[in-house]
């Protein structure tokens, strides 16, 4: 990659990461907004049995403060270009060792199988193949 490239590639990236948060941050408003309404219906609810509403209007509190937690989102921060190639490439790297196992242990798994098979054919009469 050009230079030109490759902050082009960074960029893009970045900015994919920002609209991820801001989709993830409106997750959070849209369940916390859901739970305030479910806590309004809860708070005019008559004829609940005794408990049974302070322990929901409880529930929903507690769950407005830690499932709607925005506080542990961060904007991402946009990695000057050299940190980024180097992210890259590494990922490219451990990318391909990883998918190259793999695909050794698979094919030595195949190989068992395919031997297993063989074995299996040549076990039975010659007319019940």
């Known amino acids: 990659m050009t230079p030109q490239q490759r902050d082009a590639a960074a960029y893009a990236e970045w900015n994919i990461r920002v609209g991820e948060f801001y989709i993830q941050i409106a997750d959070k408003r849209a369940q916390a907004d859901r739970y305030r309404g479910m806590r ?3 708070e005019r609810w008559a ?52 998918h190259g196992k793999e695909r050794a242990t698979e094919i030595a798994r195949t190989a068992e199988r395919n031997a297993w098979l063989a074995q299996l054919w040549a076990s039975l009469p010659p007319g019940d193949k």
Do not use: I
Request: a negative charge; hydrophobic letters at 35%; glycine letters at 6%.
């Open 40 to 42: 309004a219906r809860v």
């Open 47 to 98: 004829g609940a049995p005794e408990g049974l509403k302070e322990f929901m209007l409880q529930q929903l509190d507690t769950s407005l403060e830690f499932d709607c937690d925005e506080t542990y989102y961060t904007p991402p921060k946009r990695l000057d270009l050299a940190q980024w190639y180097r992210g890259e490439v590494h990922r490219a790297v451990s990318s391909l060792e990883y």
